[in-house]
């Protein structure tokens, strides 16, 4: 019995069992963890892509594609603010603060 415990010590001393075998564990382990939980995101996806007919019979009205651009929507911000007319204030500084 005492030479058990002597070889199973020694065993444990080992720095590749103590510090090595847990660390590669961990690593393959978590690996196929992270399989499972990404993998369960693919599985329970539900994506439905809604034809514009369907979505007419539902009252909603979809723009052409193509008539709404970047360059439409900075027209549309220009004619409603005036930037020749825009003046910089300076707001109130709080007392104790001043120049």
Do not use: C
């Not at 080992?14 to 075998?21: A, T, V």
């Not at 690996?31 to 892509?49: A, M, N, P, T």
């Not at 360059?71 to 409603?80: I, W």
Request: glycine residues 8%; proline residues 6%.
């Amino acid at each position: 019995m005492d030479h058990f415990s002597k070889s199973l010590d020694s065993f444990f001393k080992n720095k590749f069992i103590r510090y090595g075998l847990p660390f590669i564990l961990l690593v393959v382990g978590g690996s196929f963890g992270l399989r499972e939980f990404s993998q369960i995101r693919y599985d329970y996806r539900k994506v439905k892509f809604i034809s514009p007919e369907e979505l007419k019979k539902q009252g909603i009205e979809m723009k052409p594609r193509g008539s709404v651009t970047i360059e439409t929507e900075y027209k549309k911000l220009l004619e409603q603010v005036n930037l020749e007319e825009y003046e910089n204030k300076r707001i109130p500084r709080p007392p104790g603060f001043e120049d």
